[in-house]
Structure formats: structure tokens, C-alpha cells
């Protein structure tokens, strides 16, 4: 149905196929049953086309092409009707007749339709405000249709008392104010109802329908030969009914909203009512000695609803008002509030907390913030679900605010951490009995549907004067004193001090330096050999991170991989060293033809990254190295999430080994230890150390050796430093053995040169 777009062809058409029923009226050129046919074309084209564009219609919009192809129709059998008494049966139609009411019902489904769309109004102010402007505009339109139509004809309607006939001709008028009314509510009130072209030819075709019936009108009750030119109109209301279908076509918006306007167009919006009464009021003075009592019901008419339309509008900005205050209130709750726990958020406390500062009375007085941080909230959050973790914060929260008395001010940081603003406190002694009310009422037990929820706080605490003066200071000193807590064990508080400062100084530090030092080639690479218990034979390594600075200093493991994992940077390191530890991999299977496989830790925050499992595959595909040569080790705390288990099975199915490193120091469930996608178990150096001097410690490797070859395992023994510690091993049936006994961690030159060898 593309040709419709070509609008010149379109309008062509139509001009003349006006042109063809203009000449037959005037000129009675064509028999009647071909002036039937020409005259049905338009009404049979529109109602079709209508009813095709109602199918593809969706939602509202199939409702309102419904309606309008129907009405479409019955205008079509109208006319078939009137035809025929005029052309085939050579009689004048009665009035009423068939006609008259399909007519009739054409008009009401139109008003259905259009009605049906008003419904979709949702102001009310804004609602009764367009009404009353399209009830000025229709009252001046019916009073100049009473003027120049109805009045002039009424003696001769009266004289005849065929009130049927009168009846009959009244309802077109009345029908056509309707219409006009509802064409005026939506064009003030909506906007997107209709791409433009679209609204543009309804509102064209609505409107030449009333033109139409105007024409008609007049021709019926004044005898004016007006006939041909009604017909022309109709037939004009079709064509701009059926181009309005048609390019609704080709777009549809989702919805309706209110009409904004701008430049003349919303000046057009208020002045077109008020300039139409205006008119009104000009009328009588054009036509002096005349006695004109409908103008003048018409013009109070129009007082009565400027006047109401005035009320409505001070109702409406009392209405804007108290919604704008409401908002306001909201937006500054909002602000200034958590929405989960309803407490002051940390802007809020932070404004109070300066206040405080400022306003503090005497120096005998101290102000102290207090920085909680809740103890096993991520494994609850994990373990039960988000929705325990936000009934969990509420509890914390409500528990917090109750302690406080309305003393002192409570507030939600962010994520499971909470402070406490204390005004007026006399000494640190004071201050540490706040912290231990706040403690000891997190320490109960929750109660949460079928769940008993432990949780608890580490707190750190920072006083001004003595620890900062600034807002600023006395968070971050608070928040250092609660990290200081938490390392002791949680469940305590920590007071600021000049060692913390230093230490946090320091890790500030540290954590800059860290975030350069990969980029500096800062970090390296060292290799511990994995040996064989049995032949000897160097089967693998481990491949162990270092930081060596530009100034030559070690960076312990122990300092660095903690900060790393804590600020994320672990995710980029653990990646490089992956790499570089199957580079070195690749080097070593090319340089000896013996197995090998290459060990590389990874970190739980590395391991969880939704892409770990697909960066890994192409860091074998980039390096060449096969999967059964590659080892990841992970800690027993990931075999606790489901998640994690999927994805070491992803890696077990690509021929990946998995090694479960420092086996006995986690909390991995031995129930469930057959279940993992496991191959080694490597025994902790914790237990390795002390196992020939504590005979707990020896019952527990031989434990975990017993436990391995039972479920299949492989069992790798740490640590191991003397002749004595490698014997016992070898007597219990350990597989392999790394430690200082055979080889400390070495550069991978140093290793390389080690291919093929085995331990003396």
C-alpha cells in the first residue's frame, strides 16, 4: 500500500473524483445507477480501509478504528438508502427515514470514538478547564448556527407541525456541536495522541462532516440549492477520514499525555475562546433595533463559565501548591534519609556533624563519631537471600535508634555500616560505654520468620579535639579504628590512635605505590618446584607473586595481596600473573618433553568476576598452553557458593585441574567434599611445620592423606623444610612435596635450568 505516500497522486485522485460528483449533480450527466456507484466509492473505500487499519491497531487504538470504520459503513448504507428513493424508486426520502437513522448512528459512533479517547484524560483540573474553554467556543458556534441557520426557517418548520421532520433536522445540529465539542477538548488537552498528519486529517474529516450537514441543513429547511455541495463535503469527510487511516499506518505512539505548547500556539490555546466570545458580544452592535435575547442568554452564558473557569484555575494552583510543598518535603526526606532503614543518610550526618563541630559549647565537652561496621552481614547477605540482608539492616537500624534514646543521632553510611554522632561527652570513658550499650543490643539474636540471625559490630571511634577537628578527619580516623577492630576479631570497639594513623598512613601509601607497581614491572614472578614423593621428578610449579620496588625493597605477600583483594586491584594482578605464569608454562613443555603443570593462585575476588572463566580459556589460547597443564587453586571458602562450584565443573569439563589449597584452615563441609570438582588437596603449611613435634597435628595429616585416598585425590604437602618432615610424608603416602627441603621459589631462569632434573 505504498502508493498512498505519493500525496500528489493522492490529492489528484481525489480532486477528481469531486470534480466527477459536482458535474453529475449539476449537469445530470451519468444514469442513476452510475451516479450510485460514483457516489458509494469513497464511503465503501473508507469503511474497508478503516477496518484493515483497525486489525494492525493495537490496544486503544483498535477501539477507535473500529468505531470509525463503522460509522463509515453505516454512512455507506445511508446513502445506498437515499440513492435509492432518489434515483431508482423517483420519490422524495421521508423524513425520518432508514437513512436518517443510520445517519444518526454514523454520527454517535463518531462521538463514540472520539469520546473514547477523552476518557484517557487524567487531569481533572486541566480537564474542566478545556471543557469550559470548548463550551464557550461551541456556545458562539450554536449561536450562529441559530442565527444563520435554524431561526430563519423556524416559522416556516412551525407552520407545517411536522414535528418528526423538525425533530429529525434538530438532531444534526445538536450531533454537530457535539462533534465540534470534542474536536476542541482533545486539541486543547492532548498531546501525542496521533502523529500530526494523522490528528490533522481526523480533525479535517470531522469537521467537514459537520460542514456537510450544515450544507444540508440549509438546503432541507431553507430551500436553498445547496445540495451538490453537501454531497462534496461528505465526500471530502470520507477522503480525509481514510488518508487519516492510512497514515496511521505507518507510526503509532504508546500513549496520551497533556498538549505543551509554545509561541503562538499556546497563545492560539487561550486567546481562541476568549476572542470567539468576543465575537458573540460584537454581534447585537452589528445589527442595531434588534431585540436579541439568545445573544444575550449566550453572552451570560459565557460570563458564567469564564467566571467558573477562573474559580478552577485559583483551585488548581492551591492544588499545585500543596503538591509542590509535598514534594518538597519528600524531596528533602529523601535527601537527607536511607530509604531501606529510614535513618539520616550520610549527607545528613555529615551537615550534623559540622554543626556539632562549630557549635560544640566549651572544650571540656567532646564530640565523637562512632563507625560501625556489622560482623558476618556478607554471609547472611549470601547465604539467606537480599531480602533477609535488608530485614537484617532494618533490625540493626531500629535497634540502634532505640539505644540512642533520641540523644544522639544515628545514621545508615552505606552497605552494612552504620555511625553514631556523640555531643556532649565528658570523657573517653563515657564514650566507651555508649559503644558498649550499642554493642550489647547487636549482639541479641534476630529473629527473622524461621531464622535465628547472629550478627554483631567493630566499632572504631574518633574524638575531637584530640583526633581530628574536620568532619572529614573524624570519619576516616573512626573508620581506621574500626578496621583495627574488626583484624582483633569484631564484637569490640577500638579507640583512635597516633600507631593506627601511622598504620593507616601507611596503607594509603602502600595502596598508591600498588596501583603503579604493575606498570613499573614491579611485580614479579617466582616459581616453588613440586616434586614428586616417590621418583623424585620434577613434576610442576607454583607460581608465586613478589613486589620488589625501585628502591630495592620486598613488599611482603602477606601486606600486598590482602590490599590488593580489598581495593580490587587483585582482579588486573591475578590476570597478569596468570599470563605470565603459562608464558613461563609454554617455555618450560618446549624445552622438555617430561609432564608438567604450572600452579597459579586465585584469589576468591578474582574468581567470582562474572568473565573469569572466559579470560582464563583465552589466556590458554593466547599462550598456547594445554588445559590438563594449567592448575588453579582456590581456597576452601569458594566451595560454599554455588555459582563458584558451576564454573570450577565449566573448568574440570575443559580438562583444567583444580587444586583445593591450604585443605583443613577453611570451612569447606567434608560431607560434601566428594561432591566437588576437585583432583588435589594440598595440606597447609600450618599443619606441616608442627606435625613431627604435636602428635594432634600428625594425626591430622594423616588424616587429611587418609581422607584424599579415599575419595581419589591427589595430596601435595607444603612447607616441607627437613630430611625428617620428607620421610614422614613419604611413610604416610603423600603424592608430591614442595618446600625449602628441595627448593625455595626461584626466578624462571633459575627453574628452566632445572628441565628434566630430578631432586637429589
Not at 533520641?406 to 570523657?427: A, K, Y
Not at 575531637?464 to 577492630?485: E, H, I, T, V
Request: include cysteine.
Amino acid at each position: 500500500m505504498s502508493w498512498y505516500r505519493n500525496r500528489t497522486r493522492w490529492l489528484a485522485a481525489f480532486a477528481g473524483y469531486i470534480a466527477l460528483i459536482h458535474l453529475e449533480v449539476t449537469l445530470e450527466l451519468a444514469p442513476p445507477l452510475v451516479w450510485l456507484s460514483l457516489q458509494c466509492v469513497i464511503p465503501a473505500f473508507a469503511w474497508l480501509l478503516l477496518r484493515h487499519v483497525s486489525r494492525r491497531s493495537e490496544g486503544s487504538y483498535r477501539t477507535f478504528w473500529k468505531l470509525i470504520s463503522t460509522g463509515c459503513l453505516f454512512y455507506f448504507l445511508a446513502l445506498l438508502v437515499w440513492t435509492y428513493y432518489e434515483e431508482i424508486a423517483g420519490v422524495d426520502p421521508p423524513v425520518p427515514s432508514v437513512a436518517d437513522a443510520l445517519w444518526y448512528a454514523q454520527t454517535v459512533l463518531f462521538i463514540a470514538a472520539i469520546c473514547f479517547l477523552m476518557a484517557k484524560e487524567r487531569s481533572v483540573y486541566q480537564g474542566v478547564k478545556v471543557a469550559i474553554d470548548a463550551f464557550i467556543i461551541l456556545i458562539v458556534v450554536a449561536a450562529a448556527m441559530w442565527k444563520y441557520f435554524m431561526e430563519p426557517n423556524l416559522d416556516m418548520m412551525l407552520a407545517e407541525r411536522d414535528w418528526a421532520s423538525i425533530a429529525s433536522v434538530a438532531v444534526y445540529p445538536v450531533s454537530d456541536l457535539v462533534i465540534v465539542f470534542c474536536l476542541l477538548y482533545i486539541g486543547y488537552a492532548y498531546r501525542g495522541l496521533f502523529a500530526p498528519r494523522v490528528q490533522g486529517f481526523l480533525t479535517a474529516g470531522l469537521l467537514l462532516f459537520v460542514c456537510g450537514d450544515v450544507l444540508f441543513m440549509a438546503g432541507f429547511t431553507g430551500g436553498a440549492d445547496t445540495e451538490g455541495w453537501a454531497d462534496v463535503g461528505y465526500a471530502a469527510a470520507m477522503f480525509a477520514l481514510t488518508s487519516a487511516g492510512i497514515y496511521a499506518l505507518g507510526g503509532r505512539t504508546d500513549g496520551v499525555s497533556e498538549r505543551h505548547r509554545s509561541g503562538w500556539g499556546e497563545n492560539l490555546r487561550y486567546l481562541l475562546p476568549y476572542g470567539a466570545a468576543a465575537f458573540l458580544l460584537v454581534l447585537p452592535i452589528t445589527q442595531p433595533g434588534e431585540e436579541r435575547i439568545e445573544s444575550l442568554v449566550a453572552n451570560g452564558a459565557i460570563v458564567s463559565l469564564i467566571m467558573l473557569r477562573q474559580a478552577f484555575v485559583m483551585m488548581e494552583n492551591r492544588a499545585l501548591l500543596r503538591g509542590t510543598n509535598r514534594l518538597l518535603r519528600e524531596t528533602d526526606y529523601l535527601a537527607n534519609h536511607d530509604t531501606l532503614t529510614g535513618l539520616p543518610n550520610r549527607m545528613h550526618f555529615e551537615n550534623a556533624l559540622a554543626e556539632a563541630l562549630e557549635t560544640s559549647p566549651s572544650s571540656d565537652e567532646r564530640v565523637a563519631v562512632l563507625f560501625f561496621d556489622l560482623d558476618r552481614f556478607k554471609y547472611i547477605n549470601d547465604s539467606y537471600g537480599h531480602d533477609v540482608g535488608d530485614a537484617l539492616l532494618r533490625e540493626v537500624a531500629d535497634r540502634l535508634e532505640a539505644e540512642a534514646e533520641g540523644r544522639h543521632i544515628v545514621s545508615r553510611r552505606g552497605g552494612d555500616e552504620f555511625t553514631v554522632l556523640l555531643q556532649g561527652m565528658r570523657s573517653d570513658a563515657e564514650i566507651g560505654e555508649w559503644a558498649e550499650r550499642f554493642l550489647r543490643c547487636l549482639a541479641k539474636p534476630i529473629e527473622w520468620r524461621t531464622h535465628e540471625l547472629m550478627t554483631g559490630a567493630s566499632v572504631g571511634i574518633a574524638v575531637c579535639p584530640q583526633d581530628a577537628r574536620l568532619p572529614s578527619g573524624l570519619l576516616k580516623n573512626a573508620d581506621a579504628a574500626m578496621y583495627k577492630a574488626k583484624t582483633l576479631g569484631g564484637g569490640r570497639y577500638c579507640f583512635f590512635t597516633e600507631e593506627l594513623d601511622r598504620s593507616y598512613t601507611r596503607k594509603a601509601a602502600l595502596e598508591h605505590s600498588l596501583r603503579r607497581a604493575l606498570d613499573r614491572g614491579e611485580l614479579v614472578l617466582h616459581y616453588q618446584p613440586l616434586y614428586e614423593t616417590v621418583s623424585g621428578r620434577l613434576v610442576g610449579a607454583e607460581a608465586l607473586l613478589r613486589w620488589q620496588r625501585k628502591n630495592g625493597a620486598l613488599v611482603s605477600p602477606a601486606e600486598f595481596i590482602p590490599l590488593a583483594e580489598e581495593t580490587g586491584l587483585i582482579v588486573g594482578i591475578g590476570e597478569w600473573a596468570l599470563r605470565e605464569a603459562c608464558r613461563f608454562a609454554r617455555r618450560w613443555l618446549d624445552a622438555c618433553p617430561e609432564p608438567f603443570e604450572i600452579s597459579v593462585n586465585v584469589s576468591p575476588v578474582q574468581f567470582r568476576q562474572p568473565d573469569f572463566a572466559d579470560r582464563t580459556m583465552d589466556v590458554l589460547r593466547e599462550t598456547g598452553v594445554p588445559p590438563g597443564a594449567l592448575v588453579l587453586e582456590i581456597t576452601e571458602s569458594l566451595t560454599r557458593d554455588d555459582e563458584a562450584i558451576r564454573k570450577l565443573e565449566f573448568f574440570k569439563k575443559q580438562g583444567i585441574h583444580i587444586s583445593l589449597d591450604d585443605f583443613g584452615t577453611g570451612y569447606s563441609s567434608l560431607s560434601d567434599l566428594h561432591l566437588l570438582p576437585v583432583e588435589t588437596l594440598k595440606i597447609a603449611q600450618t599443619f606441616t611445620k608442627d606435625m613431627l613435634s604435636s602428635e594432634k597435628q600428625c594425626r591430622i595429616v594423616k588424616a587429611i592423606v587418609a581422607l584424599a585416598k579415599s575419595l581419589d585425590l591427589a595430596i601435595v604437602a607444603e612447607g616441607v623444610e627437613t630430611e625428617e618432615q620428607f620421610l614422614f610424608m613419604h611413610r604416610v603416602g603423600c603424592d608430591m612435596i614442595q618446600g625449602y627441603y628441595f627448593s625455595k621459589p626461584m626466578p624462571e631462569e633459575e627453574l628452566l635450568a632445572k628441565s628434566g632434573r630430578s631432586a637429589s
